[in-house]
């Protein structure tokens, strides 16, 4: 398979400018690209996806597997990575770990704060691995998944994510500070399985025209360090375009005229200006966002040649994107959440107030209303010009 080999590549490369005693500790070593941690009973359950030393080195093993994954029980995180070193004849190497996936289990119990500082002072996992979490699953059952597309697990959910921009995915670091942060909620990416467990931990499922496979579900929304909802992946882009972590996509829209829709292909997005004004008890948050993209696909009647047709579509985008604002916080204040950080802007702008608000946010976010403007450029329309009859 295509890593393989360009890790073969790498190493080979690499070899050249080792000394014996480096070459040795070489193979010696297991490298990780992906941690599991669920939580249960008895206590932590680690799971590490091991690259099979067989396949990089071009050995025919029996199984042939591109990785081999190993779990263990204990108290501490420590004890159970110690239960595998001591089932595996090589090192473990977790330097080159990229992705810390979290079990919904262990997400919904609060154990994620205490997760983030054990990695931060960690010297053996980098404090810059993506954190994520689970639906439905633990995350040793997705570390087990044989990938159709990339063949491991980790490579598929790495890239998977990293269409999402970098700017929208957390490292320990980054949810440490949010943590501490007032006024704003984290939210973590998770996946989720599609398909029939069974069938995915089986090598066969590279075979099939149908096999089971990782997606990217949305973001997880948090309290404190709680799970406690989930956004589906739509919503979610939505949400990270108030954030400004927005790395595009598509908004479906009605035509002016009608029912029928047009898609605006969202390229770049960024909050130029976020205020808020009182209003009795009421906070009127305003964004001001500034976007460009292009029409996609157009089932409207107007002309699209002619300003008041851009105009009108503009003003039907502008819509959609308050409709779709509007639906989420209404999700947030029913759990009294605030994963737009509307907490903090007070924060910023009148601490004082903030020091008054804080300790019953949960509650007045509940009467926070949001007001999105979007100043909206379309760069091209394709060859559309009036459809619809």
Request: aromatic residues 10%; charged residues 25%.
């Amino acid at each position: 398979m295509k890593y393989l080999y360009i890790i073969f590549i790498i190493l080979s490369v690499a070899s050249i400018f080792f000394s014996q005693e480096d070459k040795h500790e070489l193979n010696q070593t297991s490298f990780s690209f992906a941690l599991g941690i669920d939580y249960e009973k008895e206590g932590y359950v680690v799971s590490l996806q091991l690259i099979n030393p067989g396949e990089i080195s071009g050995e025919k093993l029996l199984n042939n597997s591109p990785y081999i994954v190993y779990k263990a029980r204990g108290k501490t995180i420590d004890t159970a990575l110690e239960k595998i070193s001591m089932n595996t004849s090589r090192y473990l190497d977790l330097k080159q770990e990229q992705i810390i996936v979290l079990g919904e289990e262990l997400a919904r119990k609060g154990k994620t704060k205490e997760i983030v500082e054990y990695i931060l002072h960690s010297p053996d996992i980098p404090a810059n691995a993506l954190i994520i979490t689970t639906k439905g699953n633990k995350a040793s059952e997705l570390l087990e998944i044989f990938s159709p597309v990339e063949g491991y697990s980790a490579l598929e959910i790495t890239n998977t994510l990293n269409k999402l921009g970098r700017h929208a995915l957390n490292n320990a670091s980054e949810i440490k500070v949010d943590l501490l942060e007032d006024g704003k909620d984290i939210s973590l990416p998770y996946i989720e399985l599609k398909g029939d467990l069974q069938k995915g931990r089986k090598r066969g499922n590279l075979n099939t025209t149908n096999p089971a496979h990782i997606v990217f579900g949305g973001f997880g929304l948090f309290k404190n360090e709680n799970l406690k909802k989930f956004l589906d992946y739509r919503d979610s882009l939505f949400l990270q375009l108030l954030n400004g972590k927005s790395s595009g996509f598509i908004i479906e829209s009605t035509c002016p005229e009608g029912s029928k829709k047009f898609a605006f292909k969202l390229f770049n997005g960024h909050v130029k200006k976020k205020e808020y004004k009182r209003v009795e008890n009421n906070y009127i948050f305003q964004y001001t966002l500034n976007l460009t993209g292009d029409i996609r696909q157009y089932n409207c009647h107007g002309n699209l040649k002619e300003p008041e047709t851009i105009s009108q579509l503009e003003m039907q985008i502008n819509k959609t994107i308050q409709s779709k604002e509007n639906k989420i916080l209404s999700i947030a204040q029913s759990y009294g959440l605030d994963p737009f950080g509307l907490g903090h802007s007070i924060e910023n702008n009148e601490p004082k107030l903030w020091n008054n608000l804080k300790e019953e946010w949960a509650t007045s976010i509940k009467n926070a209303q949001l007001e999105v403007h979007s100043n909206i450029t379309i760069q091209n329309v394709g060859n559309y010009k009036s459809r619809g009859d």
